[in-house]
């Protein structure tokens, strides 16, 4: 059974960078895709983007100038940056698994498997 | 980007009564080589993760109720539950995993008790 484990600063400043970690248990990066979502308090699910464990990533467009995310296969796990963070950024992130990709094709999945959550605060 | 408009908003509806949630894209979902719409219905209750109850648009996920089900082809979907219980009450999310990035969500049903 996957499992998802994620960890990462709680508390950051205006202008700092959010970093984020999820370790998987139960089965290895392998062929899937690994996301990052989060969830502002009180609102919606936001989907930040995606890598696989060779590195391939899909972000979404609108915070794509300030994600960066990767991958240590060694360790089975993936990590989020996000820079210059403002209060905006202040949601619930959470890991989870997406689709899985070969040499020649994306096949997409919904997002069986998620970890169970991270509330990062953004408060001068 | 294909956006996912839920309704309503949230609804309330008596114990052991029908539950019914609409999920509309702005695009097809619907891809032809495989007969497939990439939509998949989600629960979610305070303080945890979203959890996958439906995908291809009206799979149930294991362990799931069968009082929930999922129906819809192209950009009209809906999630229905047949006999309401307690601990349905939660917010539900459709989402879309035809065409990224990005993947999106519909903003959430809330569905309380009555």
């Known amino acids: 059974q996957v499992q998802l484990q994620q960890w990462g600063a709680g508390l950051l400043k205006p202008s700092e960078t959010l970093s984020l970690t999820c370790a998987v248990f139960?089965?290895?990066?392998?062929?899937?895709?690994w996301s990052w979502i989060r969830q502002p308090p009180g609102k919606g699910l936001e989907w930040i983007g995606e890598i696989n464990h060779s590195g391939s990533t899909s972000y979404s467009p609108s915070l794509k100038s300030r994600v960066t995310m990767s991958v240590d296969t060694s360790k089975n796990q993936f990590s989020l940056k996000l820079t210059s963070v403002t209060a905006a950024d202040t949601a619930v992130y959470f890991c989870a698994r997406g689709g899985t990709s070969d040499s020649s094709n994306f096949y997409p999945e919904y997002f069986r498997h998620w970890g169970q959550g991270t509330l990062v605060t953004v408060s001068s | 980007d294909i956006v996912m408009t839920q309704s309503p908003d949230s609804l309330a509806v008596s114990l052991g009564e029908r539950a019914t949630i609409n999920c509309k894209s702005s695009q097809s979902l619907f891809y032809n080589s495989n007969n497939k719409n990439y939509l998949a219905w989600y629960q979610q209750k305070p303080g945890q993760p979203p959890k996958l109850l439906i995908y291809?648009?009206?799979i149930r996920e294991s362990g799931v109720p069968d009082r929930f089900s999922g129906s819809g082809s192209g950009t009209d979907f809906t999630l229905t539950i047949s006999s309401l219980q307690a601990e349905d009450v939660a917010v539900y999310y459709c989402?879309?995993?035809?065409?990224?990035?990005?993947?999106?969500f519909g903003q959430g049903t809330e569905v309380e008790i009555k």
């Open positions: 291809w648009a009206s």
């Open positions: 989402q879309q995993y035809y065409s990224r990035p990005p993947w999106t």
């Open positions: 139960g089965g290895s990066l392998g062929d899937h895709y």
